[in-house]
Antibody, heavy 123, light 110 residues
Framework: QMQLVQSGAEVKEPGSSVKVSCTASGGTFSRYGISWVRQTPGQGLEWMGGITPLSDTRNYTQKFQGRLTITADTSTAHMELSSLTSDDTAVYYC??????????????????WGQGTSVSVSS | QSALTQPASASGSPGQSITISCTGTTIDVGAYKYVSWYQQQPGSAPKLLIYEVTNRPPGVSNRFSGSKSGSTASLTISGLQAEDEADYYCSSYTSSNTFVFGIGTKVTVL
């Protein structure tokens, strides 16, 4: 059973960048899509973007275009967010498909999640 | 891309059934079969309950079922149990090759 393990909590100053890692154990990302989702305090889930390592295809929501970079190989994914503000204080999750065949969009089924990484932005 | 619309809260007594709606548009829920539902307990990561409108991953109780009509998807929880008390989110693929989540519904078991 694949598990995703994320890097530890971060405290950042406004204007800086943060890079969060997500490592797969018990499996590989390969052809599956890896999503990054964030949850601001007391709020809902927000899909930020994703990547399919096999094709190196990335998709970002318009909101994060220009300051979000997602990279990945077959077992580790990274999410880097720049120009941080207090509004970026949130828990950041990675998620991917755990197993089985897929094609196109179904490869982005989010059925295994990391434990979340808390990012706090404060001066 | 605006968040999908869900009721802020829903409640029911043990054993009852409740249905949570998720309303989108013709560029997301109404256009694709890629609608999913997640359960999130406080302090935990979301858990996938339903994918591709009606499919349950292995290990998810058959008390959870999904459906879709037009631009509105629904999650039904049958035989409500105390452990079902949680936040529930829907998500959909969009015409922008991205995903969008619903605003979330807090389910209370009375």
């Amino acid at each position: 059973q694949m598990q995703l393990v994320q890097s530890g909590a971060e405290v950042k100053e406004p204007g800086s960048s943060v890079k969060v890692s997500c490592t797969a154990s018990g499996g590989t990302f390969s052809r599956y899509g890896i999503s990054w989702v964030r949850q601001t305090p007391g709020q809902g889930l927000e899909w930020m973007g994703g990547i399919t390592p096999l094709s190196d295809t990335r998709n970002y929501t318009q909101k994060f275009q220009g300051r979000l970079t997602i990279t990945a190989d077959t077992s580790t994914a990274h999410m880097e967010l720049s120009s941080l503000t207090s509004d970026d204080t949130a828990v950041y999750y990675c998620a991917t498909k755990a197993r089985g065949a897929c094609e196109t969009v179904s490869c982005y089924t989010m059925d295994v999640w990391g434990q979340g990484t808390s990012v706090s932005v404060s001066s | 891309q605006s968040a999908l619309t869900q009721p802020a809260s829903a409640s029911g007594s043990p054993g009852q059934s409740i249905t949570i709606s998720c309303t989108g548009t013709t560029i997301d829920v109404g256009a694709y079969k890629y609608v999913s539902w997640y359960q999130q307990q406080p302090g935990s990561a979301p858990k996938l309950l339903i994918y591709e409108v009606t499919n349950r991953p292995p290990g998810v109780s058959n008390r959870f079922s999904g459906s879709k009509s037009g631009s509105t998807a629904s999650l039904t929880i049958s035989g409500l149990q105390a452990e079902d008390e949680a936040d529930y989110y829907c998500s959909s693929y969009t015409s922008s090759n991205t995903f969008v989540f619903g605003i979330g519904t807090k389910v209370t078991v009375l």
